[in-house]
């Protein structure tokens, strides 16, 4: 069983930095895929960025240049470091753990953190 576990949201102002980090359990970080959402009230969840196994990395549009994902699979984690916030990147932040068995994709998710920008 896998379970992701995120921190490092909260209130910043415009313009600031946070770093949301989302450690994993279990033995399949290595080989998974990982991801961050995000969900702001009367919206649907959206990708934020993603990384794979090996490191590539893919970017909403909306976020490019301001954040970047990365992950250290020696302590089974992935973070989310994101810059110059803008108020519209209010929303609760969900860490994703992804891999396909057989062709089928297991997917594993963190309860969310609240990420609030306002002045």
């Known amino acids: 069983q896998v379970q992701l576990v995120e921190s490092g949201g909260g209130l910043v102002q415009p313009g600031g930095s946070l770093r949301l980090s989302c450690a994993a359990s279990?033995?399949?970080?290595?080989?998974?895929?990982t991801a961050w959402y995000r969900q702001a009230p009367g919206n649907q969840r959206e990708l934020v960025a993603r990384?794979?196994?090996?490191?590539?990395?893919n970017y909403a549009d909306y976020v490019k240049g301001r954040f970047t994902i990365s992950r250290d699979n020696a302590k089974n984690t992935v973070y989310l470091q994101m810059n110059s916030l803008k108020p519209e990147d209010t929303a609760v932040y969900y860490c994703?753990?992804?891999?396909?068995?057989?062709?089928?994709?297991?997917?594993?998710w963190g309860q969310g953190t609240q990420v609030t920008v306002s002045s």
């Open positions: 994703n753990l992804y891999l396909y068995r057989a062709g089928v994709r297991s997917d594993y």
């Open positions: 279990g033995s399949i970080f290595d080989i998974a895929a």
């Open positions: 990384i794979s196994s090996g490191g590539t990395t």
